[in-house]
């Protein structure tokens, strides 16, 4: 629901942002002033504010996915371009009644002009950098310690990766980058700590095709997954989702293209790694999905396992570290927060969450959270990585 409440100044910005680019254009060439060519820039402006909106009520196809694109490229262009835009109008007014030599020097037209091509700059420079930095996989090593016997296992090497968001945004050609970097790592065990999907399997771009690439990463010990608070069959306006008050969960075609790509999916349930090591995936917190009204906490999901052997828990968002740690948990891997994927994101999440990124020891516990692989919402990543984790555990 936070979408509705927050279109109306979606359109607020977008109208103010219109008016302001009119007014450079036209200061910039006359040409501009003219009605029927402001009314074409209008027009052109106003497809790419509403074409998320448009796409909602278009049906699944080709256009749905351009439309949507559009409007996700143009989320992380406007809100770049609103930062730059308010900044300028500041400096402005700081220079008109505090800097009046410069004022007078340069004029009211020729800041104009400066300020918006200054503007126009850095947000084409920063949508550039952005959309790489959201295309280019990272890989990022960890080396943690279990004071545990792994039995038969000296060690494990574990790809953690989460947040791919198949969907409008991720298809076929990251999935493929994703697992050649998967496989370069010659893993014992893959994981995915959750938001494999991006709300509608419709949006899947070639669902079999897509199961055919998943299938392709190569693991010793096998495929595991949890699903996240996304992997649920709810409409998605700009990142954030909404609909009814009825149960949220997973579309039957999701669970079945995880089978057709061999991943298996844990639902508050464990497996034995090499009969040595437990591996406990969570259902999500906030939306754990069909079948399941309320998951275990972490000293019921305890109880369940010896805890003398190294336990190995896989959650899509690094809740409840402190619970996890006092009953016995040695690593826990999740993802969910992308490092706030666009900058000033970055810096809500950290105070958002005790780890938002990277690695924590919390008692004697190990806890990871990754970037993520895909993204949501706007196309882009600013000050953030598109990552695996690749995680060398060693048993004492």
């Known amino acids: 629901m ?32 003219k009605s029927g060519v402001m009314i074409t820039v209008s027009v052109l402006y106003s497809c790419l504010a509403l074409a998320m909106l448009i796409a909602m009520f278009l049906p699944h196809g080709e256009l749905k996915r351009q439309a949507k694109l559009i409007g996700n490229y143009w989320l ?4 770049y ?17 505090g800097g009046k030599q410069v004022w007078s020097t340069m004029g009211h037209t020729g800041l104009h002009r400066a300020a918006g091509a200054v503007c126009l700059l850095f947000v084409l420079g920063i949508s550039i950098y952005g959309l790489y930095a959201s295309r280019h996989i990272h890989t990022t090593p960890y080396e943690v310690e279990i004071p545990k016997s792994g039995g038969e296992l000296d060690g494990l090497k574990i790809v953690l990766a989460a947040d791919l968001h198949m969907g409008y945004n991720i298809g076929c050609a990251q999935m493929e980058d994703m697992v050649e970097k998967i496989n370069e790592q010659h893993p014992d065990l893959v994981v995915f700590a959750g938001d494999l999907f991006d709300n509608e399997y419709e949006a899947l771009e070639d669902p079999a095709r897509l199961a055919k690439i998943l299938r392709g990463i190569e693991s ?12 649920i069959e709810e409409k998605i306006l700009a990142g954030f989702t909404f609909g009814g008050k009825e149960e949220k969960a997973s579309h039957e075609q999701m669970d079945q293209l995880l089978v057709d790509a061999d991943i298996r999916l844990l639902r508050d349930e464990y497996v034995m790694i090499a009969d040595s090591v437990y591996l406990y995936g969570r259902p999500d917190h906030d939306r754990p999905g069909r079948g399941i009204e309320e998951r275990k906490t972490p000293l019921e999901l305890a109880a369940e396992m010896d805890m003398s052997r190294p336990v190995i ?13 006092d009953a016995g948990v040695d690593l826990d891997l999740c993802g969910h927060t992308h490092d706030g994927q666009m900058l000033p994101g970055k810096l809500l999440t950290d105070r958002m969450w005790e780890n938002s990124c990277g690695y924590l ?27 695996i984790c690749s995680i060398s555990v060693r048993f004492a």
Not at 76 to 79: A, D, L, R
Not at 313 to 325: M, S
Request: glycine fraction near 10%.
């Open 220 to 231: 010793t010990y096998g495929v595991y997954a949890v699903y996240g608070n996304h992997d």
């Open 313 to 325: 828990v896989l959650d899509h968002q690094p809740k409840e570290l402190q619970e996890l740690a």
């Open 76 to 79: 992380g262009i406007m809100m």
């Open 81 to 97: 371009l609103s930062l730059a835009v308010v900044l300028a109008d500041v400096a402005r007014l700081a220079l008109k009644y």
């Open 2 to 33: 936070i979408a509705v409440f927050l279109s109306p100044f979606y359109l607020l910005m977008n109208g103010y942002l219109l008016w302001r680019s009119l007014l450079w254009l036209g200061v910039c060439y006359k040409g501009f002033q």
């Open 361 to 387: 020891k919390k008692g004697s516990m190990h806890n990871i959270v990754t970037s993520g692989v895909g993204i949501f919402g706007p196309n882009m990543r600013v000050g953030t990585k598109a990552e």
